[in-house]
């Protein structure tokens, strides 16, 4: 158990709908970070939080958006849901102290299925 | 050009035997670390081991070892004597840059070796 928590562990929905995905990190981590994992693409960085703001963007779609709250949860938004963004969503923590040995630690996933 | 080149698709080893699953990396910055995961059929992405660019001696956990060769830039993981609970996909990453207090320490992920143990 990594001590990352996501909700929920599996989404089904349709197409054109919009979907929230939570996070809790790790107890003394301030930073998450949101990764999607498919088939065709593989793990991808979608996006990074730090202590309640937004510290970089990788390849985001303008449909996704994301949030950190003050008690450090974060929530991935996912709006006009298309056939493509079916995959394995990933919330990652870590200290975010700067400090080589930073790790990432990763939470079960949630499986998003989109019909 | 790809960031983390994972070149074996898919391994098998046999139990108890040792495996290597081969990571190159591409980066300008003199400052990196290197981590590896396993990811089981179940899912979920579980740290195995880091490699800091700095790091002089090869990093290792329990039955796992990182063999790092900077110059070649690649950082290869060894499994020592394997288990049945060893086969799963394997992913390399690499995190580049310091914290200059507006800097992001993103994962970039190779695509993943399937190691498959063989009883």
């Known amino acids: 158990d990594s001590g990352v928590t996501q909700t929920p562990k599996h989404l089904i929905t349709a197409t054109g709908q919009r979907v929230t995905l939570r996070c809790s990190p790790r107890s003394g981590d301030l930073s998450v970070y949101w990764y999607q994992q498919s088939l065709d693409q593989g793990l991808q960085f979608l996006i990074q939080y730090y202590n309640g703001e937004e510290r970089a963007k990788g390849n985001i779609l303008e449909r996704f958006s994301a949030q950190q709250f003050p008690d450090l949860h974060s929530e991935l938004n996912l709006s006009s849901l298309e056939l493509g963004d079916s995959a394995l969503y990933f919330c990652?923590?870590?200290?975010?102290?700067?400090?080589?040995?930073?790790?990432?630690?990763f939470g079960p996933g949630t499986r998003l299925t989109v019909l | 050009a790809q960031k983390i080149t994972q070149t074996q698709p898919g391994m098998f080893v046999q139990e108890k035997e040792a495996v290597t699953l081969d990571c190159t990396y591409d980066?300008?910055?003199?400052?990196?670390?290197l981590f590896w995961y396993k990811q089981p059929s179940s899912g979920e992405m579980i740290f195995l081991i880091y490699?800091?660019?700095?790091?002089?001696q090869n990093a290792t956990e329990g039955r796992y070892s990182l063999n790092f060769q900077k110059a070649r830039k690649s950082a290869n993981l060894v499994i020592s004597a394997s288990q049945l609970g060893d086969s799963a996909m394997y992913f390399c990453?690499?995190?580049?840059?310091?914290?200059?207090?507006?800097?992001?320490?993103?994962?970039?992920f190779g695509k993943g070796t399937k190691l498959s143990v063989i009883p």
């Open positions: 990453a690499m995190r580049e840059g310091r914290d200059s207090g507006a800097g992001s320490y993103q994962l970039t």
């Open positions: 980066t300008s910055d003199p400052s990196y670390g």
């Open positions: 490699q800091g660019s700095y790091d002089q």
């Open positions: 990652a923590s870590g200290r975010g102290s700067g400090l080589s040995t930073d790790t990432q630690y």
